[in-house]
C-alpha cells in the first residue's frame, strides 16, 4: 500500500513538473508570437496567394524538426509532430490569408500592401484576425517540439490558405486541402480551430455544441432590360429599377418565409453593377450577394424560393433575369460528444466562469469542410480590448488586443494534451 502511495506521489509530482514546465514555454514565448503576428498583419497576402507567408511558416516549423509539406491547396503548408508515444491523431488548424481591405488603424504594423482585386484597386489587410491564428499556431508547434515526451500520439498543424475564398476559376481553402488528403497518412482522429474575436473580451473563450456558425453561399443575378436615353424612360425596359424590386422580394423570403424561430438566416446584395453615366438607362445589371443559413431544409426551401422568385419578378417589368447559386461552405458544426469531453479542456485553460456557451451566428468558416471527415471542435478566442467598444471583422478599423493570443496558445496546448492522452 506504501509503494502504491509513493508511486502515485510520484506520478503527481512528474505531471505538476509537466505542467509547470508547459506554462513556462508558453509564457516564454508569447513576445515571439507576437512579433509572429506582426510581420504577418504588416505583410498580408490574399487568398491562394500567401506564397511568403507559406515560406515563413515552413521555414519555422522545419527549424523544430517537423515533418513538413508545402503546396498543399496551392499555398497550404502542414507539420506532423510525432510524440514519443504512440495514440491517436489530433489536428490544429489557422489559416493564413488576408482580405481585400484598406487598413485604417493607427498601428506600427499597419498594412500599406495594395493590390488589384475583381478589378479594383484595394489595400490588403489581415481584418478578421488569421495573423493571429497563423502565429498562435506556430508557437504551439515550437512548444511541443520541446516536449514530445509529453505527447501520446501524433499532431498535425494545418496551416490552411483561402479561408476567405479561392479567386473566380480557382479552387482552394480547406475544401481542397480534404480533397488532396490532409486527413489522411496520419488518419487524423479529430481537429481543433479557434478564430479570434473583436466582439468578445479578451480573456474569454465562446462556444457552442452542434451548428455554431452558418453555411454561406453565394449568388449571382444578372438582369438584362431595354437602354433608352434617361430622359426618355418609358421607351426603355430598367433593369436598376428591376434590380431595386429583386432585393425587396427577396428580403421578403426572410422577414415572411422563413421559420426564424427555428434557426436565423440571411440573404445580403453586397454589390449592384449597371450603368455608365447619368442620362443613359443602361441594358443591364449585375447583383451578387451572400446567404446565410444554419438549417439544410431551410436553405433548400431559400434557394428554391429565390430562383423563383427572382426571374418572375423581372417578368413582372417586362425584363429577364438568371440567378446562380454556388455551393459554398458547409455549416460549422461542433461534434457534440467531442466538445462535451472537452470542455473541461477549456475551462482549465480560461477559467470556468471565462468559458461561455453562446448561440449561433450567421458568420461562416471553412472549418465546416474538416468537420464534415472527422469529429472537430471550434471555438471563438476573445481578443477585444475590455475597456473598448468592439471592431467589426472584414472592416478597415478590425483591432484585436494581442494579449488575448496567449491564451489561445495555452487552449490548443491543453486540448491536444488532454485528448491526446484520454
Not at 509539406?69 to 490569408?97: E, M, N, S, Y
Not at 487598413?103 to 489581415?126: A, I, L, Q, Y
Not at 460549422?332 to 485553460?349: E, F, G, V, W
Amino acid at each position: 500500500m506504501k509503494k502504491l502511495f509513493l508511486a502515485s506521489l510520484f506520478l503527481s509530482f512528474c505531471f505538476v513538473n509537466a505542467q509547470h514546465g508547459l506554462e513556462k514555454d508558453i509564457d516564454a514565448i508569447e513576445s515571439k508570437v507576437i512579433e509572429w503576428r506582426r510581420d504577418f498583419h504588416e505583410n498580408p497576402e490574399l487568398s491562394n496567394r500567401e506564397f511568403k507567408t507559406a515560406e515563413k511558416i515552413a521555414k519555422h516549423l522545419k527549424s523544430l524538426g517537423l515533418e513538413v509539406q508545402t503546396g498543399v491547396a496551392h499555398t497550404g503548408v502542414v507539420g506532423i509532430l510525432k510524440g514519443d508515444l504512440p495514440g491517436k491523431v489530433v489536428a490544429l488548424r489557422a489559416d493564413i490569408d488576408a482580405l481585400p481591405v484598406t487598413e485604417r488603424t493607427d498601428v506600427p504594423f499597419k498594412s500599406m500592401v495594395r493590390t488589384t482585386f475583381n478589378g479594383v484597386d484595394t489595400g490588403v489587410m489581415h481584418a478578421c484576425g488569421h495573423d493571429t491564428h497563423t502565429a498562435i499556431l506556430m508557437g504551439v508547434a515550437e512548444i511541443f517540439s520541446k516536449h514530445k515526451n509529453k505527447i501520446k500520439g501524433t499532431v498535425v498543424f494545418i496551416f490552411q490558405p483561402a479561408e476567405e475564398g479561392a479567386p473566380k476559376g480557382e479552387e482552394g481553402g480547406a475544401e481542397m486541402m480534404v480533397k488532396e488528403g490532409v486527413l489522411k497518412n496520419p488518419d487524423v482522429d479529430a481537429i481543433f480551430g479557434l478564430h479570434i474575436s473583436a466582439g468578445f473580451d479578451v480573456g474569454t473563450i465562446s462556444y457552442k455544441p452542434g451548428g455554431i456558425m452558418a453555411a454561406s453561399q453565394s449568388f449571382e443575378i444578372n438582369v438584362k432590360g431595354k437602354q433608352s436615353h434617361g430622359s426618355r424612360p418609358w421607351t426603355s425596359i430598367d433593369p436598376i429599377v428591376t434590380s431595386a424590386k429583386i432585393i425587396d422580394g427577396l428580403q421578403t423570403i426572410i422577414s415572411r418565409e422563413s421559420e426564424l424561430t427555428k434557426e436565423g438566416a440571411v440573404i445580403t446584395v453586397g454589390k449592384i453593377t449597371s450603368g455608365v453615366r447619368s442620362n443613359i438607362i443602361p441594358e443591364k445589371a449585375q447583383l451578387i450577394g451572400t446567404i446565410r443559413t444554419l438549417d439544410y431544409d431551410m436553405q433548400a426551401f431559400i434557394n428554391k424560393r429565390m430562383q423563383e422568385m427572382v426571374p418572375a419578378i423581372a417578368k413582372a417589368y417586362r425584363a429577364e433575369a438568371t440567378i446562380e447559386i454556388a455551393k459554398g461552405y458547409p455549416i460549422t458544426y461542433n461534434d457534440p460528444k467531442l466538445t462535451a469531453q472537452m470542455l473541461p479542456s477549456l475551462q482549465k485553460s480560461a477559467g470556468a466562469e471565462n468559458v461561455i456557451e453562446i448561440k449561433a451566428i450567421t458568420g461562416a468558416e471553412d472549418f465546416s469542410f474538416f468537420q464534415k471527415e472527422v469529429p472537430g471542435l471550434y471555438f471563438f478566442l476573445g481578443g477585444k480590448p475590455v475597456d473598448q467598444e468592439a471592431t467589426s471583422h472584414h472592416t478597415p478599423d478590425f483591432y484585436i488586443d494581442e494579449s488575448g493570443m496567449k491564451l489561445g496558445i495555452k487552449t490548443f496546448v491543453q486540448l491536444t494534451l488532454d485528448y491526446l492522452n484520454n
